[in-house]
């Protein structure tokens, strides 16, 4: 029987066996974030790496926070879970009434909302790490791209902490956890990934305007206000996106490990980056990219269905994912060009083309201007079907829109009397 969090039959939460003496280090838990960009299932595994590490001189726990595919509660309601999860670390160790967190991502928020929230927290966490976690909130476009054929207000009824993390989400979630508790000493981290990346890792990083861990901003992930340790790195935010994340690397131990976690908790350094102090941002109200709206659907056994996008040209990255099975991904273009997997291997100057499980991505550096049509079929879906979502991402745009009103004060509720003056216009190179 599978449990309220979807991972599996009822059990404790999970612990270490460790190698050596521990009794004078406080023990260590690990929060993992939210399920639609987690490390693994279940989820600590993606811990292990880091874990194992550390077992050598620490106790290691992990919380069962409550976040799978099919629902993720509010934010403050895992904070339970993190409690259960503090209460065996120190009964496990009752030499240290303290324990040490841990945490990737939504984690780092749960932590907060622990840690920060006076009327709940009990005084028993000496530092706090946080990994990618999105303090001052993720871009909604990268929430959109794993939102359900309802869209993002449907998909935040399924996973309202969705709607948390986002950047008006997280403005209200400060107001709310203002003030770092001077008793615990904080740690961020967060990537600014430069590593080779995944399509999906290619995607979300597009999608995430300035530097970012390909789904959380730096300004984001190091913006919590403070004077606290931050640490900027080269890693993704997880494992789907690229070869170095924040607990694993494909040359051995991750860069946080052996910078940040290492340094503070081994060998005994105050720091792993440099102590500042950060005013927050909701990041930069324009980006360098932008994106066609977000296109949600339902795709039968050998259904096709064609989507049109109209788009102004330049470099155009083409994206469709899909829930499971396979589908077959194709364009046209506005000379009627089709274009598929064969059409992109010949002719690796117009366009490129990447594809995985269930993803399928093309690249153009130079698209033409004019209406385009994705064409997808599915080749081998369960009988229910299979989601998808395709858009297309842009180079920034040549045109924007402005306006003004013809008046500095109305009537509230006059609503005829408020006209709002729009103009499009072309931007001129500088």
């Known amino acids: 029987m599978a449990n309220a969090d979807g991972w599996g039959p009822l059990s404790p939460i999970r612990s270490f066996t460790v190698q050596g003496n521990t009794i004078c280090r406080s023990p260590i838990v690990f929060v993992h974030g939210w399920n639609g960009l987690g490390l693994s299932n279940p989820p600590e595994s993606g811990f292990l790496q880091v874990a ?10 992990f919380a069962d926070i409550q976040s799978n595919a099919l629902y993720t509660p509010p934010i403050e309601q895992n904070v339970q879970k993190l409690i259960e999860a503090i209460d065996q670390a120190k009964a496990t160790t009752p030499a240290q009434p303290k324990v040490i967190l841990i945490a990737h991502s939504m984690g780092g928020l749960i932590s907060r909302a622990y840690i920060e929230n006076n009327s709940v927290y009990r005084g028993d966490v000496k530092e706090l790490f946080t990994f990618g ?29 969705v709607c948390e993390f986002s950047t008006p989400g997280m403005w209200l979630f400060n107001l709310r956890y203002s003030a770092r508790n001077t008793n615990v000493k904080y740690h961020t981290v967060n990537g600014n990934a430069n590593s080779p990346l995944s399509g999906l890792g290619k995607v979300l990083e597009a999608l995430t305007p300035g ?17 606290l340790d931050r640490k900027e790195t080269e890693e993704v935010h997880a494992s789907q996106l690229g070869t170095k994340d924040y607990f694993k690397s494909d040359a051995g131990q991750s860069t946080s490990y052996t910078q940040c976690l290492k340094p503070v908790l081994v060998d005994g350094a105050q720091n792993c980056g440099s102590q500042s102090t950060r005013r927050p941002t909701r990041g930069p109200v324009s980006s360098s990219t932008s994106h066609t709206p977000f296109i949600y659907g339902t795709l039968q056994a050998g259904q096709v269905v064609t989507n049109a996008m109209a788009l102004e040209g330049g470099s155009t990255l083409f994206a469709t994912s899909w829930q499971t099975g396979t589908l077959a991904v194709t364009l046209v273009d506005p000379n009627n060009q089709v274009i598929d997997p064969s059409f992109a291997a010949s002719n690796p100057g117009i366009v490129s083309y990447e594809n995985s499980d269930t993803l399928a991505t093309y690249n153009f550096p130079n698209a033409i201007a ?34 003004s009103t013809d008046r500095v004060w109305y009537t509230p509720g006059a609503v005829e009397q408020l006209l709002l003056l729009c103009r499009l216009h072309q931007r001129l190179p500088m």
Do not use: K
């Open 211 to 227: 530097e970012d861990d390909a789904t959380v901003s730096v300004s984001s992930g190091l913006g919590l206000t403070g004077y």
């Open 133 to 161: 976690s999105p303090h001052n909130g993720v871009y909604e476009a990268v929430l959109g791209y794993f939102a359900s054929p309802g869209g993002l207000v449907s998909y935040c009824l399924l996973q309202p902490a």
């Open 370 to 403: 004019g209406m385009w049509r994705v064409v997808l079929q599915g080749i081998s879906v369960p009988p229910e079907g299979s989601n998808f979502n395709t858009f297309a991402i842009l180079s920034e745009s040549s045109l924007a829109l402005s306006g």
């Open 52 to 61: 194992n590490a550390l077992s050598a001189s620490y106790s290691v726990f």
